[in-house]
């Protein structure tokens, strides 16, 4: 999870122990520690059978029985039928679980019928946005972690840390969050004349920047970049190179940086 703090320091948060999930229908047969340890062992061996990309171990995590109730024939009351919970290792198994579901399979003694599975169409990162109700764009608080350093660290932020899901917890505050924007705009030149550049022959001539921090009127940053010399933009830092190469590397640093 990216973000920024109250001070403007640029955040990424390393988040584990979430794992993805979804429901289906328990039938009676299987509604008993027997049953549900039978349909995790066969689900189990159907996964890793499959032509599935991602081969943790094990693929089914655990398989749980709860009370819930579906939206579909709902009457109105508050009636509670058996559901399983089935927690698979990563997002990706939750699609191939759900066509095993709908189509089938036998059991050690038995068989699962076809039967309709809930929840498995929802994106593991809103899953995870949901279950701890998290806003998009909101607040949060990382109530304990652990600060990554040095050549552990994967970004360029200025804050890397590694912490468990559940101790990351929603805040409501209206105070909007000091997010740098940056817009920029990357003039080639087109040896033909007309038509879109190309690569391998419309070298990158000017690249202009402006860069603020949401809510603010005065600028961080308005700077251009330009192939050879240009004359002086009022306003604005002019950085001149004499190849393409060269300029290009200074505006991934000032990316990075």
């Keep these: 999870m990216y973000g920024v703090t109250e001070l403007g320091h640029s955040v990424l948060a390393h988040i584990h122990g979430f794992e993805p999930y979804f ?9 008993n520690p027997e049953g549900v340890a039978s349909f995790q062992s066969a689900l189990e061996a159907l996964l890793a059978s499959s032509n599935c990309w991602d081969k943790p171990n094990p693929y089914v995590r655990k398989v749980e029985m709860v009370q819930r109730s579906t939206l579909m024939r709902w009457q109105g009351s508050c009636d509670h039928s058996c559901f399983l919970r089935v927690t698979v290792a990563v997002p990706s198994l939750v699609a191939t679980s759900r066509r095993m579901i709908e189509g089938g399979f036998r059991l050690d003694k038995g068989y699962f019928a076809p039967s309709t599975s809930y929840e498995t169409n929802i ?6 946005m949901i279950d701890r109700e ?7 608080c990382a109530a304990e972690g652990f600060r990554r350093q040095g050549p ?8 890397e840390i590694d912490m468990h899901y559940s101790n990351l917890m929603p805040q409501e505050k209206l105070k909007i969050a000091p ?5 920029f705009d990357i003039e080639c030149y087109n040896p033909e004349g007309k038509g879109f550049p190309k690569a391998e022959s419309s070298p990158v001539i000017q690249i202009a920047v402006y860069l603020k921090v ?13 192939l050879n010399t240009c004359n002086d933009i009022a306003g604005a830092l002019v950085y001149a190179f004499d190849s393409e190469e060269e300029m290009l590397l200074s505006f991934r640093q000032f990316l990075q940086d």
Excluded: N, Y
């Excluded at 429901?23 to 509604?31: A, G, I, R, S, T």
């Excluded at 998290?134 to 949060?140: E, F, K, R």
């Excluded at 997010?179 to 817009?183: A, P, Q, T």
């Design 123 to 128: 994106p593991f990162a809103l899953r995870f």
């Design 214 to 226: 949401h809510g603010c009127e005065r600028a961080l940053v308005h700077a251009v970049w330009t």
């Design 179 to 183: 997010l740098r924007v940056l817009s």
């Design 23 to 31: 429901f289906v229908e328990c039938p009676k047969e299987l509604q």
């Design 134 to 140: 998290l806003a998009g764009g909101g607040w949060v």
């Design 152 to 159: 552990d660290c994967v970004s360029t932020c200025q804050i």
